[in-house]
């Protein structure tokens, strides 16, 4: 008789362990970003990264050098 389901207790339950999970969440979240951020500086020192940039910089030399001002498709009449 003692027994009573957890939807009984006044919802306080709920709302702790939905501020629990927004802090766990929000934690969660905080260590993914500083994990991605030293991923992302190690691999910006290494060979690769430093190959990946180089070649980064070389597609918008090209491409900035490319067109110069000029229509890409040039139409003849006749």
């Not at 190959?51 to 001002?69: D, E, L």
């Amino acid at each position: 008789m003692g027994m009573f389901c957890s939807c009984f207790n006044g919802g306080n339950g709920k709302r702790m362990t939905k501020e629990e999970e927004r802090l766990a969440s929000e934690e969660a979240r905080a260590k993914a970003a500083e994990a991605a951020e030293k991923r992302q500086a190690q691999f910006e020192n290494s060979a690769a990264g430093r190959a990946a940039r180089a070649q980064q910089q070389g597609m918008a030399k090209q491409a900035a050098n490319a067109n110069k001002g000029e229509p890409v498709l040039k139409w003849q009449m006749g």
